[in-house]
């Protein structure tokens, strides 16, 4: 996935995403392009180029909170074949930007309703090939990913700080985390350190009942005492 760069939103799509950040941008849209809006959270699907394999069929997911989750499958390819990615992303005046939890950043551009990838250094690709991911409405993937944030238990209800982003979010219901998180605090109900294989899904907060973003933790749960995301 790394060797992967993507693309960007059309332009309405863009001011969907992103929102219009001043007063200039507000007066090019007009009316009838004011209506077409649709809400910032948007998933996009394709297949890309392969070097070894038949295609790879890639799915962006941007959420509102201002982070984003790739899901690729290497088609034709060897176990294992699905790959997750995750980060933050930001835009410039024409290019859509995706920070990796490890640094690395993915770009994309608009074309037509959809986003076209651009190379490493944010660059059109000459090519042949499809570059082009177009709008879908898949969920979000349960593919596991890499994680690691601060984690703590309280009150019947776990919380998870993404080192990565800083986001934070509701853990589902895990026995076998909560008491590794009470074994591994302590006297005290501070957060600890948790390194772990997970996904994000989507889950009705018991406040307001709208659905929220919350982590799924699928295996290789380590929780490292005394440790924070800067160890």
């Known amino acids: 996935m790394k060797k992967l760069l993507l693309s960007a939103v059309a332009v309405c799509s863009l001011f969907s995403l992103?929102?219009?950040?001043?007063?200039?941008e507000v007066q090019t849209l007009q009316p009838t392009q004011a209506a077409e809006l649709k809400?910032?959270?948007?998933?996009?699907?394709?297949?890309?180029?392969?070097?070894?394999?038949?295609?790879?069929?890639?799915?962006?997911?941007?959420?509102?909170?201002?982070?984003w989750v790739m899901n690729q499958r290497y088609q034709g390819a060897k176990s294992p074949s699905v790959f997750a990615s995750y980060g933050t992303?930001?835009?410039?005046?024409?290019?859509?930007v995706l920070t990796e939890s490890d640094g690395?950043?993915?770009?994309?551009?608009?074309?037509?309703?959809?986003?076209?990838?651009?190379?490493?250094?944010?660059?059109?690709?000459?090519?042949?090939?499809?570059?082009?991911?177009?709008?879908?409405?898949?969920?979000?993937?349960?593919?596991p990913m890499a994680m690691k944030g601060m984690y703590k238990y309280m009150a019947d209800a776990a919380i998870f700080q993404d080192c990565a982003t800083g986001r934070t979010y509701s853990v589902a219901s895990n026995a076998d985390l909560e008491r590794g998180y009470a074994a591994a605090r302590g006297e005290d109900y501070q957060p600890v350190l948790l390194v772990?294989?997970?996904?994000?899904?989507?889950?009705?907060?018991?406040?307001?009942?709208?659905?929220?973003?919350?982590?799924?933790?699928?295996?290789?749960?380590?929780f490292q005492p005394k440790k924070t995301c800067n160890d």
């Open 104 to 143: 690395e950043k993915l770009y994309f551009r608009p074309k037509g309703d959809g986003l076209e990838m651009l190379d490493r250094e944010g660059d059109v690709i000459e090519s042949q090939f499809n570059y082009t991911l177009k709008p879908t409405k898949d969920a979000l993937p349960a593919t």
């Open 39 to 67: 809400p910032m959270q948007q998933s996009y699907k394709g297949l890309l180029p392969c070097a070894d394999c038949e295609g790879i069929e890639t799915t962006l997911f941007l959420e509102k909170d201002g982070t």
């Open 196 to 222: 772990v294989e997970a996904h994000f899904t989507l889950q009705a907060s018991p406040d307001s009942g709208e659905l929220q973003k919350a982590l799924v933790a699928d295996k290789s749960a380590r």
């Open 18 to 24: 992103f929102g219009c950040n001043n007063r200039a």
């Open 89 to 96: 992303w930001a835009r410039t005046a024409d290019k859509l």
